[in-house]
């Protein structure tokens, strides 16, 4: 394994300057207590993986609606608020930076698991052709309430509202999730997003939710603070978008101007990933094509195409020094999927890092 040297280049990233360009992408790993309060548990695990340029910590909802299933972390109450700011002291003890993942299910969420055993909400009244986590398993998704204008605006301010709190925990900004079929990607995408008020209809109004919420968070804490997230033609959870570039190149316009920390895009294949770079002024974060996915000795061609960093997921999962890893070439620890969500330390915490190079007085001299 040859990772490229520029990977281990500091780099600017809104006021913060990162030792190297490698990311630690946010992942679902459902070790939060009942009530969505971070574990003891997500602490260590984070801090063992301090040293990537930036961590960005997994999907947290804002919001009691938008619960993802057992184990996903909140932040929008006091508990909370003192669980992520542990993982905050952690992680900046251990040398690192951490940003964190705001992320409203929407329709991929289920009664199980939000207030009163309430519907999911969504853009439109449309269930997902597609299964998602309940306390029995894997069932199909229900369908959603649409959601009206009174409760879009309320929505925007619960996003403000648990960027605060993260800034108040010592949490270094916040990555506004609108990719992966969650619901800010839902009113991206027309399967999903049937409405004919400013909220839907043409492409101003299906990326207007996330550009205002970007705009109303950037705001309020600062745009140093935030990055957002896409993943244009990511079909997951039963999105269709039959225009990507359209709509990408428009909601990237309409961010431009907030001058954000970063944008965290999931490259293509297509035009889009350079019209993404040319249109986009700040640090470009990208996730690599399937085929390039945690192969550190690949992050070259991300780089090249334009990224200034590379996020990397089941890698740094299993390897809590990765970065060191990929520097001397070291073999990397396989993950286990058998740990991925829920459980405990195994398969969590419990990843060997490399023991430390014995001291050579010679190296001294």
């Known amino acids: ?148 204008d009174t409760a879009l605006r309320e929505l925007i301010g619960g996003f403000v509202h648990s960027a605060c709190r993260a800034v108040a925990a010592g949490l270094d900004g916040v990555e506004i999730h609108a990719a992966n079929g969650y619901l800010l990607h839902q009113f991206l995408a027309e399967n999903a997003n049937l409405r004919t008020d400013r909220w839907g209809g043409d492409t101003e109004g299906r990326i207007r939710l996330t550009v205002d919420i970007a705009r109303a968070v950037a705001g309020t804490v600062g745009p140093h603070r935030v990055g957002v997230r896409i993943s244009p033609s990511n079909p997951f959870g039963d999105l269709a978008e039959s225009d990507p570039y359209t709509t990408y190149t428009e909601l990237i316009r309409a961010l431009a101007p907030l001058r954000l920390a970063y944008l965290h895009h999931g490259e293509t294949g297509t035009e889009l990933d350079a019209a993404v770079r040319e249109l986009w002024p700040a640090a470009l974060v990208v996730t690599p094509l399937p085929a390039d996915r945690d192969k550190p000795e690949a992050a070259a061609h991300s780089l090249d195409r334009g990224a200034d960093l590379v996020s990397f997921g089941r890698d740094f999962l299993a390897n809590p020094d990765l970065v060191t890893r990929c520097r001397i070439g070291a073999p990397l620890n396989e993950a286990r999927p058998t740990g991925f969500y829920g459980g405990g330390a195994t398969g969590y915490t419990d990843y060997p890092a490399l023991a430390p190079a014995p001291f050579n007085p010679c190296t001294q001299c």
């Open 1 to 148: 394994m040859n990772a490229p040297a520029a990977l281990f280049e500091s780099v600017r990233l809104g006021d913060l300057t990162l030792p190297n360009r490698m990311v630690m992408a946010p992942m679902s790993r459902a070790r939060a207590d009942a009530d969505g309060t971070p574990s003891a548990l997500m602490a260590d695990y984070y801090a063992q993986r301090a040293t990537a340029g930036l961590i960005v910590a997994e999907g947290t909802h804002p919001v009691a609606a938008g619960a993802i299933g057992p184990g996903a972390p909140g932040l929008f109450t006091d508990a909370h608020q003192d669980g992520w700011s542990r993982i905050a002291d952690g992680v900046h003890a251990a040398g690192g930076r951490v940003f964190l993942q705001l992320m409203h299910a929407g329709r991929l969420a289920h009664p199980d698991f939000l207030p009163g055993g309430a519907r999911p909400v969504a853009p439109s009244a449309v269930a997902a052709d597609t299964l998602v986590h309940t306390s029995a398993g894997r069932v199909p998704a229900v369908t959603p309430d649409a959601l009206t």
